[in-house]
């Protein structure tokens, strides 16, 4: 609010941009799948995963 001196400068900052999701999808879903496959054998890992994957979601929701 106090670094906007023009409106275009406003536009500029209330835009977002993309989050990648081509990108950023093949990660998320080797992480999905380390985590299927490692909280059989260390079920400890369990409440990290819950937690990243809760924190992505709040992230990548539209």
Do not use: H
């Amino acid at each position: 609010m106090f670094i906007v001196k023009t409106d275009s400068d406003r536009e500029k900052a209330m835009d977002p941009g993309s989050i990648g999701l081509p990108e950023n999808l093949p990660d998320l879903q080797l992480y999905f799948l380390l985590g299927l496959i490692y909280v059989v054998i260390t079920p400890i890992l369990l409440p990290f995963l819950l937690v990243f994957f809760i924190f992505l979601f709040f992230i990548f929701r539209r």
